[in-house]
C-alpha cells in the first residue's frame, strides 16, 4: 500500500498565481480530507468528500479555494488568485468509512510558499 | 464549536515517563485521538479512546474521562525517537462524526 500520495511536495510561486494541489487516498478509502497546518492556526479542516461527493466546504477560507473529488482515487485543492497568507503545509488524509472512521491516515504534504 | 486545550512544550530525558494532557469542549463527543507529528513529517495516528479508561498499545497508552471532558497521552521508557509533537483530536457529531478537530499541538523535547 502507497499510502496517500500528494504533489507537489513544494510549490513555491508567485501572489496572484493559480495554485493546484494534487491527492491520491489510499485504495478503498472513501472519506477524504484536506488540512491546511500553519504555526499560528494549527491543522485546520477545509473540506470534507465522502464518496466523492463534499459533505463540508465550512472550512475552505474564501472564495478563492475550490476543491474537487471527480473519482474515488483523485482530489484537487485549488488556490486562484493565491496569496502570501495561504502559505502554509497542505495535508490530504484518507480514512475509511465505518470501522476505520476512526484512523486519518495523513499524506507527506505539500508546502506552499506564496511570495 | 470545539476547542481543545494542551500544554505546548514537554521536556523529559530518556527512559522516563511522561504524560500530555488534552482537555476539550465540544458539542456531540464520539471520541479522542493522539496523532504524532515529527518535524517536516505528517500526522501519524497513535490512538482512539471512544470510552472510559485507558488503551495501552506497547510504550504508549491513552486514557480518557467523558465525564471531565480530559484526556491524556503516556509515553514510557522515552527514547530519542520519540521527539516529535503530538496531538489530541476530538471526532465529533459535526459532518456525521466524521469532523476531526485538533488541538494546538504539544512539542516533547527528549533529552539524552
Known amino acids: 500500500d502507497a499510502g496517500v500520495i500528494q504533489s507537489p511536495r513544494h510549490e513555491v510561486t508567485e501572489m496572484g498565481q493559480e495554485v493546484t494541489l494534487r491527492c491520491k487516498p489510499i485504495s478503498g478509502h472513501n472519506s477524504l480530507f484536506w488540512y491546511r497546518q500553519t504555526m499560528m492556526r494549527g491543522l485546520e479542516l477545509l473540506i470534507y468528500f465522502n464518496n466523492n461527493v463534499p459533505i463540508d466546504d465550512s472550512g475552505m477560507p474564501e472564495d478563492r479555494f475550490s476543491a474537487k473529488m471527480p473519482n474515488a482515487s483523485f482530489s484537487t485543492l485549488k488556490i486562484q488568485p493565491s496569496e502570501p497568507r495561504d502559505s502554509a503545509v497542505y495535508f490530504c488524509a484518507s480514512s475509511l468509512r465505518g470501522t476505520g472512521a476512526n484512523v486519518l491516515t495523513f499524506g507527506a504534504g505539500s508546502r506552499l510558499t506564496v511570495l | 464549536g470545539q476547542s481543545l486545550e494542551q500544554p505546548s512544550e514537554v521536556t523529559a530525558v530518556e527512559g522516563a515517563i511522561v504524560q500530555i494532557n488534552c482537555t476539550y469542549q465540544?458539542?456531540?463527543?464520539?471520541?479522542l485521538s493522539w496523532y504524532q507529528q515529527h518535524d517536516g513529517g505528517a500526522p501519524t495516528f497513535l490512538s482512539y479512546?471512544?470510552?472510559?479508561g485507558l488503551e495501552e498499545t506497547g510504550r504508549f497508552s491513552s486514557f480518557l474521562s467523558r465525564s471531565d471532558s480530559y484526556g491524556y497521552l503516556l509515553l514510557q521508557e522515552l527514547q530519542m525517537k520519540d521527539s516529535a509533537s503530538y496531538f489530541c483530536?476530538?471526532?465529533?457529531?459535526?459532518?456525521?462524526?466524521?469532523?476531526?478537530?485538533f488541538g494546538p499541538g504539544t512539542r516533547l523535547s527528549v533529552l539524552p
Open positions: 483530536a476530538v471526532r465529533d457529531q459535526a459532518l456525521g462524526g466524521q469532523n476531526f478537530v
Open positions: 479512546n471512544a470510552l472510559d
Open positions: 465540544t458539542s456531540g463527543f464520539y471520541g
